[in-house]
Structures are given as C-alpha cells and as structure tokens.
C-alpha cells in the first residue's frame, strides 16, 4: 500500500460508522423487497450491451442449471459467437432459435422479413408458455415490432395474459416502444457515450460478435 | 401471416428501394472501418447490465477460443453464478480472481478494503501485461476507483503506457471518473428507466446472480 493511501485511525473510525450507518439503510430497505416474480425486462437505447448482457443473463442461468430460450429476430451475422458455445456446450439448458435472415436493410425483401419475424414470434410464443423455460430472451424483437412485422399491441396483451408467473422475458434492441415500457418491470437504457467507429475502427471478434 | 401484415407489392418495390439505399449508405460508411486494435471499454451508470454485459463479452471471447482474464475488485457475494461456470468449463480459456472482499458497507473496514483494492489493481496489471490475454474485464474497479482507493490517474497511466495493442480491457462499475471517460475508447452509460425493486420484488436467480 502507498503512504497516500495509508489511513490515519480517526479517518477509519468515521468511514466505519459511515459504512455501518449505509449498511443499516441498506438490510432495512432490502427487507421490504420479498416479493418474487418473473420479470418482463427491456433492454433498449442507442448504446452497446443490450444483446451483451441479456445473453449474459442466460449464462446466468445456465450456470444455475435453469432451463431457457433464446429466439433471435434478427440474425446479425455476427453474434454468432454466443449461439455457438451454448449450442456446443449447453443445449441440454438452453434452446436456441435463430429466425431472422438478416438486417432489414441485408435482406433487402419485405414480406419475406415479415414472414420471418411472425415465425418467429410464433416460436417465441411456444418457449413461454412452456412453463420448465425460466428464462426466454427475445434477442432483437424491437426491430421487427418498430417496422410493424409483429403488432406491439399482440406481444403486450400475450405477455399479460399468458406469461406464467414465474418466468423472465427479456426482450431487446434499440427504439423499444412505449407500450412494451410501460408492460416491462425492468427497463435499461443502454446510452452511446463514445464509439470507436467515429475513429476509424472497425467491429472486431470478442467485442462485436 | 395476419392479412393486415401482407404488403402490396407497391409498398414491397418502396421498402426494397429505401433498403437498398440503407444498405449501400452502410456498407459505404463500414468500408472506412478497417482499424483494428485493442479497446479500452467503460460500462457505467446506475442502470442493470454493466456487469453482465462485460461478461457477455468474456463468453463471447471464451465462444472463440480466446484467452482471458477476470479481476473482481468488488465480491458482490451475488454474481457468482458466472463465475462457477467460467472455473467449472471454462478455466483452460478464462482465469478468474475475485480479489474483493464484498461492498465496502458490508465489510466496514476501510484499511483491509484499501489493502483488497491494491491486490487487486497490482493483479489487473499482471494479467493486462500478459500478452496472451485478448481481454481482461476489471470488474467494478470504478467503485474502487471513486472511493480513492486506487488512484484513477494510475489507472489512465498504466493504460496508456502498457496495455498491450490489441488487448482490449473493460472496467466497469458507477460513476466512473472523466479521466478514465477520456482515456476510454468505448462507453456506454446503462441508464435505470424502471426498476422493479420499486415494487417490492427482490433480487433474483437467474436475474441479478
């Protein structure tokens, strides 16, 4: 430890009963949260991690031996990396759905993009309704229901009316919709602060995909 | 698919047209994204998902084969789903150190977390100096960083003068500093929209460990 960093005694004796004080706080609202229910969560914005860290959650998971989902609406071409490891080694956990063909502006065909995107929110539907899936993510939804592939009004009223209590539905991708917000319990923003494409840099294995 | 979902073929020739014009306009900009190198990457903000999307990023690396490295500066006593399934499958690829000793409110003592916080930093550098690392993820170093225990202009330092070139680093935690914002090639803020903790559910498996 450097000398800058070593604490004088009266200093650690108030950083201790600061802490203590936050503790109590802390054990007292914590006490009052003792309900438990499955979650509708969005993860939405113009930032990066919306994909990143649903699929983080399904290794969350997997990792506690809980069955789950995934339905991709839009292949990206890249992601594919995820899609892969559980595949290999974890499709016993985890079923892996992807539906989409492509960005909108890849496949470059309308109706074939719709039919796609139904299909798959057909598949979606299947996964939640089987009730041993704890988790089922809905990697990329927001695009097919922003160009109006999927009607938000039949995911929000299916979610309400059919998701079973105790599963988390996890839907992304960026413009999500105010009426998925105001159906979901937990909702991120993901915010672009900085992006490395403004300097020239492209999308590179272990990040992007 | 719905009759109301069946576009004319007027509304198909429109929507391929502006597609096209999409995907040309892309490909053009992605065709001066030909840099590669090693991201310095910050996850803040008080939202979900900093974390699980840095470990998002670690499966993916893990996904390809590529060698990396964790350093736990906080041990939130939660997350330590990921962590049992990245020792139990995956310590050949990812090597895993979990230097903290819980928040600073749950242990209550100032020096021994000052002394956790430096063990921690000094192994981060061991690991980013290692060269066969392609990513190394500094797991809530920010809230190391903010209460003072390592000083954030090492931190920038370090990087700045050591990081191998195409080791990518993420370092994730609230209120991360400027400092670490301008040396930073990739940010993204998770902003909280909607939390359900506000609705008295409590932390749960498979969501927040």
Known sequence: MSEEHKPVADDVAKHNA?????KAARDKIMATKTDEKGLVIVHTGKGKGKSTA?????????AHGRKCSVVQFIKGG???????LILDKFGDVCSFH??????????????????????AWAKAKEEI????????????????????????????????????????????????????????????????????FRSGIKAQIGVEW
């Open 18 to 22: 600061k802490m203590a004080k936050k």
């Open 54 to 62: 649903a699929f983080g959650m399904i290794f969350r998971n997997i």
């Open 78 to 84: 890249m992601s594919t990396g995820e899609r892969d």
């Open 98 to 119: 992807t539906m989409g063909e492509g960005f909108t502006w890849e496949t470059q065909d309308k109706s074939r993009d719709i039919e796609m995107a139904q299909a």
């Open 129 to 196: 309704l089987d009730e041993s899936n704890h988790m089922i993510l809905l990697d990329e939804i927001n695009i097919a229901i922003r160009y109006d592939y999927i009607d938000i009004n039949d995911v929000v009223a299916f979610l309400k009316a059919h998701k079973p209590h105790m599963t988390h539905v996890v839907l992304t991708g960026r413009n999500a919709k105010e009426e998925l917000i105001d159906a979901a319990d937990l909702v991120t923003e993901m915010e672009l602060v900085k992006h490395p």
